[in-house]
């Protein structure tokens, strides 16, 4: 067995269509359908049938599942710790929420920095989905994210909530607030939902964008009004460039620690835990740039 054949069964697990599978590893159908033939070759089973609805497992595919996601967690492992550059003894590697990179580098990655010093840290800011897959596979070993998956194989840890404010450009009152000068950041869908509920008439904003950092620099030069990180946002106010929207409700984001199960008690990702879990996440920082991811 090899690994290339290892990664294309495992992205078939995710897209169930063949050519999918070969444009996600740039590879041509036949490869595709050549490596999963030769894996049932060595297996002596056959692990997929095809159907209208795609490439569907079979018993023995399913079977395979668990076993083919911890050899390829293993081998990653394994070439990970190889590499690990001269002198260190240990390597952790994490990934944050796109939207608390700039918080969590400055607290969470210095202090580990700090306390781990025979530890090689490697750091990267994702979304949730592609940071979980991530731990599955083997690549990352804690992740925060916003919006968990509950897997037989991960731990899900409630850390904090992250508190999201109104905010305008010119003083007013919810009641005030109209559509047209509302700028929708849909944080996660959790936060989508939440401010559903407590904001239905402003659910549809003509506006929209993803990033907190983005409606940072778009509120520096035009008026509008809307939800931002109070970390991110307090010295705006303090300072008298953005203005709290009276009235308007808090709308808190839970912020979640992933991680294989198994691992819970290594060390050092049992000391990233620690530390998350005593972070002040909502003290106030330093607002984005425009330039910043």
């Not at 990179?101 to 400055?106: A, E, F, M, S, V």
């Not at 998956?149 to 007013?172: G, I, K, N, Q, W």
């Not at 919810?174 to 402003?202: I, M």
């Amino acid at each position: 067995m090899n690994i290339e054949m290892l990664d294309t069964f495992l992205d078939l697990l995710e897209t169930r269509n063949f050519n999918r599978t070969a444009d996600n590893l740039h590879i041509t159908q036949s490869t595709v359908s050549a490596r999963v033939r030769g894996l049932e070759e060595q297996l002596g089973v056959r692990l997929f049938v095809r159907g209208r609805g795609g490439a569907e497992l079979t018993p023995e595919g399913q079977k395979f599942e668990s076993y083919a996601v911890n050899i390829r967690l293993g081998w990653n492992l394994a070439r990970q710790e190889l590499a690990m550059p001269s002198g260190y003894h240990g390597q952790l590697r994490v990934a944050m929420q796109v939207s608390l990179w700039d918080k969590l580098i400055t607290d969470w990655v210095a202090e580990l920095r700090r306390t781990l010093s025979d530890t090689a840290v490697h750091v990267e800011s994702d979304y949730s989905r592609a940071m979980i897959d991530e731990i599955v596979f083997g690549n990352l070993d804690v992740a925060v994210i916003y919006t968990p998956e509950y897997r037989p194989e991960l731990a899900v840890d409630y850390l904090f909530d992250e508190r999201f404010s109104m905010v305008t450009t010119t003083p007013c009152a919810l009641e005030d607030v109209l559509p047209e000068s509302y700028l929708f950041v849909a944080s996660s869908p959790y936060f989508k939902a939440r401010h559903g509920e407590l904001l239905p008439q402003l659910q549809h904003a003509p506006l929209s964008m993803g990033l907190s950092n983005m409606t940072i620099a778009y509120l520096r030069q035009h008026p509008g009004i809307a939800y931002l990180p109070e970390r991110m946002s307090r010295p705006l106010t303090d300072s008298g460039d953005l203005f709290p929207v009276e009235g308007a409700p808090i709308i808190d984001q839970p912020v979640y620690a992933t991680y294989v199960s198994r691992h819970r008690y290594r060390p050092n990702v049992k000391h990233a835990l620690a530390l998350l879990s005593a972070l002040d996440v909502n003290a106030p920082g330093i607002p984005e740039s425009p330039g910043d991811p």
